[in-house]
C-alpha cells in the first residue's frame, strides 16, 4: 500500500512539475505588468477599457473561430464572463459577418473584439490561442496562459489576483 502511495505521489508531482514546465514555455514572450490598451469597440458597440478600471480581477481571452480547443472552452469562459468582467478578442477568424455569424451559431454570448488582422494579438505577444490573461483589481496582468483552462482553472486565478490585489 506504501508503495502504490509513493508512485502516485511520483506520478503527480512529475505530472505538475511538466504542466508547469510546459507552461513556462508556451507562454514565453507573453506580454506581463499592464496590458496593451485595447480601445475597440465590441460587436455589440460596447467598450471594455484595458487596462481595467473596475477594480476587480478581470478577463482577456483571445480566440479563433477555427480552434477546437477554443471551441471547447466556450461554456468555461461563458461561465466565468456571468461573475467578472470579460472581453474575448475573435483572432484571425474573418471579418465582422463571419465572426457575427460564429458567436450565433455557437451561443458564445460574450463580449467579442475583432482583431482582423492579428495587430491586438501581436501587441500581447500571442503565438497560439486560446490565451487567457487575467488582470488584476490594479489592471495589471496577474496569470497568463496558452491552451486550454478549466473553469475551475479559471476561477482559481480570478480569486488569487483579487487575494494578491488586497494584499498590495
Given at each position: 500500500m506504501a508503495g502504490k502511495l509513493k508512485q502516485m505521489l511520483l506520478f503527480g508531482s512529475t505530472a505538475i512539475a511538466?504542466?508547469?514546465?510546459?507552461?513556462?514555455?508556451?507562454?514565453r514572450g507573453l506580454v506581463s505588468g499592464t496590458p496593451p490598451p485595447i480601445r475597440e469597440a465590441t460587436l455589440d458597440g460596447a467598450t471594455f477599457d484595458v487596462p481595467n478600471r473596475e477594480r476587480r480581477p478581470a478577463v482577456i481571452y483571445f480566440w479563433a473561430s477555427w480552434c477546437q480547443i477554443c471551441?471547447?472552452?466556450?461554456?468555461?469562459?461563458?461561465?466565468?464572463?456571468?461573475d467578472a468582467p470579460l472581453v474575448s478578442v475573435a483572432l484571425l477568424s474573418g471579418d465582422e459577418?463571419?465572426?457575427r455569424d460564429y458567436v450565433?451559431?455557437?451561443?458564445?454570448?460574450?463580449?467579442?473584439?475583432l482583431d482582423r488582422d492579428g495587430a491586438i494579438g501581436r501587441d500581447y505577444g500571442i503565438r497560439g490561442v486560446p490565451?487567457?490573461?487575467?488582470?488584476?483589481?490594479?489592471?495589471?496582468?496577474?496569470?497568463?496562459?496558452?491552451?486550454?483552462?478549466?473553469?475551475?482553472?479559471?476561477?482559481v486565478r480570478l480569486w488569487l489576483a483579487d487575494l494578491v490585489g488586497v494584499l498590495d
Open positions: 511538466l504542466y508547469v514546465g510546459a507552461q513556462l514555455v508556451v507562454t471551441k471547447a472552452m466556450q461554456g468555461s469562459i461563458r461561465s466565468v464572463a456571468q459577418n463571419e465572426v450565433k451559431r455557437e451561443g458564445f454570448d460574450v463580449p467579442v473584439i490565451a487567457v490573461f487575467i488582470l488584476g483589481p490594479d489592471g495589471n496582468i496577474r496569470f497568463s496562459t496558452i491552451g486550454y483552462t478549466s473553469e475551475l482553472g479559471l476561477r
